[in-house]
């Protein structure tokens, strides 16, 4: 045998020794490629999908509005209106309530994001931490009520996750104006004399007082005239009973003095009752912070 031949046995054997231990090493290192691939997808697909960026308020504008509408679905009459209904409310109470209309969630929880957005807007006043946030995620069909600490107390978890219940039949239609409309009076009726805004307090105390010095001043007015009217009426028909022209003038004259002053002041009173309440906002962020508790469900 020559060495040549020597040579290519001694490395058959060595080959054939070592082929089940060179398989099992292949085979490790496929598995190992595979798991790290598998990783690195997951990880991917978290940073994608995980993550939603909390938007700053309504573009150009530095208020915080309480509705944001970032999925277009409220019509800007309904906005308007929404907008007026939160800000008065606030007004009077001084509790701050947003709603946050989003398309998407990107996997992030709406409990966790809800509270995020509010602490992050610093939603309620501080010291009271009275903010209240509404999360609605149009494509994930899910809805998220979340409070800062000082609503806690008075809207608890099972509060929310009631209030989010009865709103489902309203979401499941898409008629999402009135779901909001009615979440926010149940909301305010869950709040009813809990907070008070002190310097608004003043204010309508002062206005109910007028009001009422104004009705007074009206009827007494009112009292004044009617008497007077009577009396002179009935002596001009004392007078003259033959004269119908004269009288029906005077009748006509009278019931257009009384029915100008009656309408008159009818205007006032209507105009008083619809003023534009939503003057001199200053937008939301108070300052309140949030961690109060809340609930989630889907539609």
Known sequence: MSYYEYEQKVLSLYVMKNEKKFVMIKKNYIIKTINFLFFLFICTTNLVQGKFNIPEPTPGIKKIYPVQDYAGILSKTHRNTLNKKLFSYSKITSTEIVVCII????GEDPN???CKWGDQWKIGKKHK????MILLSIQDKKMSIQNGYGIEP?????????IIQKTKPLLRRNLFYKALDFSTNEIFVLLKKKFFNEKEKK???????NEKKYKNH???LYFLLFPISVLLMTFFLSISKKNKIEIEFYSLFMNTILTDFLLKNQHLQNHNENEDNFD???GFGGGGL?????????W
């Open 103 to 106: 398309q998407n969630l990107h």
């Open 112 to 114: 966790l994001l809800a």
């Open 129 to 132: 931490d009275n903010g209240v």
């Open 154 to 162: 008075y809207i608890t978890d099972f509060s929310s996750k009631r």
């Open 203 to 209: 204010k309508l105390y002062l206005n109910i007082h």
């Open 218 to 220: 009206y009827f007494s």
């Open 280 to 282: 001199g906002f200053d």
């Open 290 to 298: 949030f961690g109060g508790g809340g609930s989630s469900d889907k």
